[in-house]
Each structure stands twice: as C-alpha cells, then as structure tokens.
C-alpha cells in the first residue's frame, strides 16, 4: 500500500505571502490530520478532517485553514505568511475504526513539507 | 488542556546499553502512541496501548502503559546505532469528547558506536 504523500517537499516563500500544501493520504483512510513541527514548539497539531468535514481544530489563528475533497486528499492553506510559520507541516492520515470495531488513532505521517517564509 | 511532559530531552548512551524514557499526563489518558522520528525523517508509528498496566514489546522495544493510566515508558534493551532518532509519545487531548491529538516534546535517543 502506497505511503502518505505530500507536495512540494520543500518551499521558499516571502513573508505576507501565501502558501498551499497538499497531502493524499493512504488510500482508504478517510481522515487527514496536520501537524506543525518546529525545534522550539515540537509537534503541535493543526486540524483534521474527516470526510470532507473539520473535525478537530488545534490552537493556531485562522491563516491556518484547510480543506478535504471526495477523494479524501487534502489541503492546507497559510495565508500572510509570517517568518515564525517556517516550520516542518506534516500531514496524517488514519483509520479511525480497525476491523474488530476498536477504534485505532495511528496515524501514518507523510514525509512533510518544509517550508521556510524569508 | 492536556499536557504530554517526556523525559529525558535528550539521552546519549553507548551501543549496548539500555535505554528508557518516560511519558507523563496531567490527565488520564484514553489511550497512548508512541513514535519514532529519525534524523531528517517523518514520525513513525510504533505502537498503541490502551488497556491500564499494558505491557507491550516488539523484539528489543518494551511499551508499558501505568495502572493509572496517565504515564508510560518506552525501553530498549541493548541499543544499536539504528535505534538514532527522537521517540515521541502522543495521547488524545480532551475537547468535548473530540480526539485532538497531543505529543509530547520528545526524547533524542544519540547512540555512540
């Protein structure tokens, strides 16, 4: 089974600008989470979606948005960038509920992307 | 809210040695996930424990999850170099019943051939 992917792998952006991530998950994993990873605040987690639907939201301010489509690809968009939104993102995927009926919450991490705002 | 503390930051040790760190919540948790993270990498999934005082182990990887449920402790017995990388612990935040995942800082495990 293929890998959580995310595009591009790395991007140089100017400060105020805006920037849009992408992430497709593993396939038939319908929930996406994102995650912002940096050497000072660790992994702190943005928000996730679930069948096109923002399930959960992480304490960060609404530059920080995102969205699901059908196919359950997802997308993250940062708008004004600041310097302090450079950071690893990394994106999730999850199968909420294994077959037993127990319900899992591991997450399968995509190779993120690295974003540096100048 | 919900806090995951882990400790050590950081732990150099010598290949062959073990190694341990712990995970601690001011909260009782749900469920536990550890992670490992290697240098320049993505994190990985290691393992879930769910049930109070599990004890879980893959090959050299102890996983225990306390009676209380609101700490945990990953051990590797005899380390090797490939064992390099940053071992996250992450449990549910509580939000009104919503799951919203919380990882602790993590602990670098350096290992010295």
């Known amino acids: 089974k293929a890998g959580v992917t995310q595009t591009p792998r790395y991007l140089i952006k100017t400060r105020g600008q805006q920037v849009t991530l992408s992430c497709s998950p593993i396939s038939g994993h319908r929930s996406v989470s994102w995650y912002q990873q940096t050497p000072g605040q660790g992994l702190q987690f943005l928000f996730e979606?679930?069948?096109?639907?923002?399930?959960n939201k992480g304490n960060f301010p609404g530059r920080f948005s995102g969205r699901q489509f059908s196919n359950s690809r997802s997308e993250m968009n940062v708008s004004t960038l600041e310097l302090g939104d450079s950071a690893l993102y990394l994106c999730?995927?999850?199968?909420?509920?294994?077959?037993?009926?127990?319900?899992?919450?591991?997450?399968?991490f995509g190779p993120g992307t690295r974003l540096t705002v100048t | 809210g919900q806090q995951v503390m882990q400790i050590p930051q950081y732990q150099h040790v010598q290949e062959g040695e073990d190694f341990t760190t712990y995970c601690n919540s001011s909260?009782?948790?749900?469920?536990i996930q550890w992670y490992k993270q290697r240098p320049g990498g993505h994190p990985v999934f290691l393992i879930q424990?769910?049930?109070?005082?599990e004890v879980k182990k893959q090959k050299r990887l102890t996983f225990q999850f306390g009676e209380a449920k609101k700490n945990s402790s990953l051990h590797i017995t005899a380390t090797q170099t490939t064992d390099v990388g940053t071992y996250f612990c992450?449990?549910?935040?509580?939000?009104?019943?919503?799951?919203?995942?919380?990882f602790g800082r993590g602990t670098s495990l350096i290992v010295h051939p």
């Open positions: 979606y679930f069948s096109e639907t923002q399930r």
């Open positions: 424990l769910v049930k109070s005082g």
């Open positions: 992450a449990g549910p935040g509580a939000s009104g019943g919503s799951y919203i995942p919380t």
């Open positions: 909260t009782t948790l749900s469920n």
């Open positions: 999730a995927s999850s199968l909420l509920m294994g077959t037993s009926g127990t319900v899992s919450y591991e997450q399968y």
